[in-house]
C-alpha cells in the first residue's frame, strides 16, 4: 500500500475518534516542501502536515525511509509505529491500544 491509499483511512480514523481526541499530524520527509504540499492538496489531506527539514523528525523517531507511522498517546508517549504501509485493520488495532 502506498501513502496515497493510506490517506483514506487516515481519514476514517480521524473521522471515527474526532470526539475521543484523536489528533493527526502528517509529516512530509524525503522529498521536496513543494511536492508535499501538491500531495496534500491532491489527496484532499484535511489535516496539518508539516516538514521536517533536515530530517530532525526522522530521526527523533527512528524513521528510516518515507512511509509509516508514529502512534503517540496523550501523553507524548510513543505507543506503536507503523515502519512500513499499513493497512485498515492494523490501523484499527493499534488506535484500539492506545484510545
Do not use: H
Request: hydrophobic share 45%; aromatic share 10%.
Amino acid at each position: 500500500m502506498r501513502c496515497k491509499d493510506e490517506v483514506p483511512l487516515v481519514q476514517g480514523a480521524k473521522d471515527k475518534y474526532k470526539k475521543i481526541g484523536l489528533v493527526i499530524y502528517g509529516i512530509g520527509i524525503q522529498d521536496s516542501l513543494a511536492n508535499i504540499k501538491e500531495f496534500a492538496e491532491e489527496t484532499d489531506m484535511t489535516w496539518p502536515v508539516v516538514f521536517d527539514d533536515g530530517d530532525v523528525i526522522m530521526q527523533a523517531f527512528g524513521i528510516t525511509f518515507g512511509a509509516g507511522a508514529i502512534l503517540i498517546d496523550r501523553e507524548g508517549i510513543v505507543q506503536g509505529r507503523f515502519i512500513a504501509a499499513f493497512d485498515e485493520e492494523s490501523l484499527e488495532e493499534a488506535l484500539g491500544k492506545i484510545l
